[in-house]
């Protein structure tokens, strides 16, 4: 007989958000449970599964999915997890098991501007949060006090503490291109990264390996699965490969059990008196989708019949060109630096925001690759070799989405994972909004390009964009039960035990990756559930 299972907390979902609102709210001493669908990741063997792979560039290999837990893969060929129904493709990748897709992460640590959470009132577009950014900025020191973020300069969003770490310094060729590009108007700064710029919590300084995504190799980057260790810790019970499967409400709309599958396919119950739901901005959605039944026919959390749209990610633009000196990028940890002051401005009301990243990867790979495919070998290839990667540069350019609920995901009708459980389907679409950002980092980029005297440039296309993994706003927060699904508090409007908390639960997507910002608001999530339990 299956084991009865009970806490005061049931925390569905153990990445960085749930396991640190986890843990959290075990400090205060409440008895909390954490699901997940996926295994337990270990590092030693994700760096080993890391350097025996030739698929360097995808950053699932480490993390292999397993058959309860499946999850998207797009090298050497999409395993078509989730099925795209266009008109444009969503290549989001993700990890299912505990400490998330934080263990592959750059560790950008970004926070909101305060505008970019009433864009509505200021631009007359999108929407605008039911908080202020002086409601979250508490839980923006907190997260980064956790996280061990590391900056210097406050780059327009106010702090009431300074960064936990001085901020990493640039590399040669990064203080190369801020000097050259300055008189533009460009500034290069150092980004905010959860990344030990010194020791500190036990563990060592960043020493530059260079491959933080997909795997750093000795924990000085800060990931989910550090955060599911102090849960435990503090006396969180994880119980790993948990393929919750539906949340059970009654009439009244109490939350009263969550079931799952096991990985032998054997089902168990769990109750408890609040529920939060942290899994990501796709698998999370999903769940509450598919949890019907005759009280509620469209799932839980779904009277506004929002949950799964207004899907946004920051579709990415890109540069690359060969410096007219040598930069020597790939030093260093993978996203040291940016240019973050064209990230506001009245424009929004008709186009993007932008960010751009300056990419420290190392291109010897790529580059290596490329002039094989051009037919370069022996002494010729080791010649062009030396000559283009000290002077390679990449640029990337994040553009600003705007929640659109045609934007969606939906369980599919007729497809379903080993589990049985269905699988997604996406619909995805490029609004003008989003190529006329497109059309503005082009004249950016050509404007660096030829300031660092730039040969071989290549730009990417408009309407191609890359995906950058910040899966954003499928429960959105709002005022209104009417058109959004959960309140400013991360209580679902529907159930008043059930609260989420993460990155889909973002109004805005803004220009900057939203794994602080979900974090922050998991952290002032847990102290809703605990005022709720007092």
């Not at 993460?502 to 999530?525: C, D, F, K, Y």
């Amino acid at each position: 007989m299956a084991e009865a299972l009970n806490a005061d907390v049931i925390v569905i979902g153990a990445g960085i958000a749930g396991s640190l609102a986890a843990e959290k709210m075990a400090k205060a001493g409440v008895s909390v449970l954490m699901l997940d669908s996926g295994p337990f990741f270990k590092r030693d063997e994700a760096v080993e599964l890391f350097r025996q792979s030739p698929l360097k560039g995808d950053f699932t290999e480490p993390y292999p999915a397993k058959p309860w837990a499946p999850q998207p893969k797009f090298q050497p060929k999409d395993n078509n997890y989730l099925i795209q129904k266009g008109p444009d493709v969503y290549a989001a990748q993700y990890l299912r098991g505990v400490g998330g897709t934080t263990w592959h992460w750059a560790g950008q640590a970004f926070r909101l501007l305060p505008n970019d959470m009433k864009i509505n009132t200021l631009y007359g577009v999108g929407r605008d949060w039911p908080i202020s950014y002086e409601d979250l900025e508490p839980y923006y020191s907190e997260a980064e006090i956790k996280m061990g973020v590391s900056g210097d300069d406050d780059l327009g969003s106010p702090r009431s503490q300074p960064y936990p770490l001085p901020g990493i310094p640039l590399s040669y060729g990064f203080e190369r291109i801020k000097e050259r590009v300055a008189p533009l108007g460009y500034i290069v700064g150092i980004g905010p990264q959860a990344r030990n710029s010194i020791p500190y919590d036990g563990r060592p300084a960043c020493c530059g390996n260079n491959n933080c995504m997909p795997v750093c190799p000795i924990d000085a980057q800060y990931h989910g699965g550090i955060s599911a260790r102090r849960a435990y810790e503090a006396g969180v019970r994880i119980i790993a490969n948990a393929v919750v499967y539906k949340i059970e409400a009654d009439d009244s709309g109490n939350i009263v059990a969550i079931h799952y599958l096991d990985k032998e396919k054997q089902t168990h119950k769990v109750t408890g008196k609040r529920f939060v739901l942290t899994a990501n901005g796709l698998e999370s959605p999903k769940l509450l989708l598919i949890s019907t039944s005759d009280k509620y026919p469209n799932g839980i959390a779904n009277s506004s019949g929002m949950v799964g749209r207004n899907l946004m990610d920051h579709p990415g633009t890109s540069v690359e060109f060969l410096a007219d000196e040598p930069v020597y990028f790939g030093r260093g940890p993978m996203r040291p630096g940016s240019i973050n002051n064209l990230r506001d401005g009245s424009w929004r009301n008709e186009r993007s925001a932008l960010r751009v990243d300056l990419a420290n990867t190392s291109p010897v790979r790529s580059l290596t690759e490329r002039l094989v495919k051009q037919g370069y070998y022996g002494k010729a290839l080791n010649d062009k070799l030396a000559y283009q990667a000290p002077r390679y540069v990449l640029l990337n350019c994040l553009l600003e989405m705007l929640p659109e609920p045609e934007n969606r995901v939906v369980p599919s009708k007729t497809e379903k994972d080993e589990w049985g459980i269905p699988r997604l389907e996406v619909y995805y679409k490029f609004p003008e909004y989003v190529n006329k950002g497109y059309d503005q980092s082009m004249i950016d980029f050509k404007k660096i390009a030829e300031a660092m005297g730039g040969t071989e440039v290549v730009y990417s296309k408009r309407g191609v964009y890359n995906n950058n993994q910040h899966i954003t706003g499928t429960m959105i927060m709002g005022s209104d039960p009417k058109d959004s699904v959960v309140d400013g508090n991360c209580r679902t409007h529907d159930h008043p035990n059930l609260f989420i908390a993460g990155t889909g639960i973002m109004p805005s997507a803004s220009t900057v990756n939203s794994t602080l910002t979900g974090t922050a608001l998991a952290l002032r999530m847990a102290d809703s559930v605990l005022k709720s339990l007092a």
